[in-house]
């Protein structure tokens, strides 16, 4: 049976994996607030829906891709929503970084009317989402991670079930803290290297053949901030929002976690040179402007 696939959000990341369904052969309806997302996505093969109640009425598979974890609650369970209007056998895929409370609230609910739900946070980025090579992080039932398994094989390169509800969400606050950490942390060290004469890209080859190697060394800085092209299409907003995740997720599990504490004052504290629009390597830029800064 051919699952018919809805998208909810055809942003950066919603719209790339809308069209990856739909350039491999899914049939794929998608609703966006933006006229421009509407547009955007049916030129690349989606089935452009602008009454999200009849997508939510019309697919067998709906994949959220929404800000934050209250918008996530909103089409879910607000007026008009999923559960209102979803009918039993519905696999609801949320790949928004929300929280482990609001995922567990969502599955809880739709789960007395029929329609299954998963936490499937992503990385990768929006090239991720337009090549189908982002990972997943999936928090869930196996028998309905099962049913839907050909939808998130299409539309990504790695999955991996971490556990029950809310168990994807946790898992990717946790990755987005060690991201935002390296990210710091490499900058550090290569500010320190660079000004004890050794070249930048130099350094980063032997960090990168050794243990101090990250996703920041490998893949951040050779792609976006060696060359200070800045364009990974994720902000600095939206980072400081998954940092603030793992503060809130730390303070309710009552841990003493001073490292991840200092480094989220750090990107709380970056608001007074790099506004949220910015993308999120710039963070780099509060450790060495002369190094990392574009010139201005």
């Given at each position: 049976?051919?699952?018919?696939?809805?998208?909810?959000?055809?942003?950066?990341?919603?719209?790339?994996?809308a069209?990856?369904?739909?350039?491999?052969?899914?049939e794929?309806?998608?609703?966006?607030?933006?006229?421009?997302?509407?547009e955007?996505?049916?030129?690349?093969?989606?089935r452009?829906?602008?009454?999200?109640?009849?997508?939510?009425?019309?697919?067998?598979?709906?994949?959220?891709?929404?800000?934050?974890?209250?918008?996530?609650e909103a089409?879910?369970?607000?007026?008009?929503?999923?559960?209102?209007?979803?009918?039993?056998?519905l696999?609801?895929?949320?790949?928004?970084?929300?929280?482990?409370?609001?995922?567990?609230?969502?599955?809880?609910?739709?789960?007395?009317k029929?329609i299954?739900f998963?936490?499937?946070?992503?990385?990768?980025?929006?090239?991720g989402?337009?090549?189908?090579?982002?990972?997943?992080?999936?928090?869930?039932?196996?028998?309905?991670?099962?049913?839907?398994?050909?939808?998130?094989?299409?539309?990504?390169?790695?999955?991996?079930?971490?556990?029950?509800?809310?168990?994807?969400?946790?898992?990717?606050?946790?990755?987005?803290?060690?991201?935002?950490?390296?990210?710091?942390?490499?900058?550090?060290?290569?500010?320190?290297?660079?000004?004890?004469?050794?070249d930048?890209?130099?350094?980063?080859?032997?960090?990168?053949?050794?243990?101090?190697?990250?996703?920041?060394?490998?893949?951040?800085?050779?792609?976006?901030?060696?060359?200070k092209?800045?364009?990974?299409?994720?902000?600095?907003?939206?980072?400081?929002?998954?940092?603030?995740?793992?503060?809130?997720?730390?303070?309710?599990?009552?841990?003493?976690?001073?490292?991840?504490?200092?480094?989220?004052?750090?990107?709380?504290?970056?608001?007074?040179?790099?506004?949220d629009?910015?993308?999120?390597?710039?963070?780099?830029?509060?450790?060495d402007?002369?190094?990392?800064?574009?010139?201005?």
């Amino acid at each position: 049976m051919t699952l018919k696939t809805g998208v909810i959000g055809l942003g950066n990341m919603g719209g790339g994996m809308a069209a990856t369904l739909a350039g491999k052969g899914f049939e794929v309806s998608g609703f966006d607030l933006s006229a421009a997302a509407l547009e955007q996505a049916q030129r690349q093969g989606v089935r452009a829906v602008s009454d999200r109640a009849e997508l939510i009425r019309s697919v067998d598979v709906l994949i959220l891709s929404l800000p934050k974890a209250e918008h996530v609650e909103a089409v879910c369970l607000g007026e008009h929503g999923i559960l209102e209007l979803g009918r039993a056998g519905l696999v609801v895929v949320d790949t928004t970084t929300s929280t482990p409370e609001a995922s567990r609230k969502v599955a809880t609910a739709l789960r007395a009317k029929g329609i299954a739900f998963l936490d499937a946070p992503v990385s990768g980025g929006p090239k991720g989402a337009a090549n189908g090579s982002m990972s997943m992080v999936i928090g869930g039932e196996e028998a309905d991670l099962a049913k839907v398994l050909p939808v998130l094989e299409a539309m990504s390169g790695t999955r991996v079930h971490v556990g029950g509800h809310g168990a994807g969400n946790v898992a990717k606050i946790a990755n987005n803290m060690l991201a935002a950490a390296h990210l710091i942390t490499t900058a550090e060290a290569m500010s320190m290297a660079a000004k004890a004469g050794v070249d930048p890209q130099k350094l980063l080859e032997g960090i990168n053949a050794g243990s101090g190697r990250s996703a920041a060394s490998q893949v951040m800085f050779p792609t976006w901030v060696l060359n200070k092209a800045y364009d990974s299409g994720f902000t600095m907003g939206l980072m400081r929002k998954d940092v603030g995740l793992a503060s809130d997720l730390a303070a309710a599990l009552d841990l003493d976690l001073p490292l991840a504490r200092h480094v989220a004052q750090l990107w709380d504290d970056s608001r007074e040179t790099l506004p949220d629009s910015d993308d999120f390597c710039c963070i780099v830029q509060r450790t060495d402007k002369a190094l990392y800064g574009r010139g201005e």
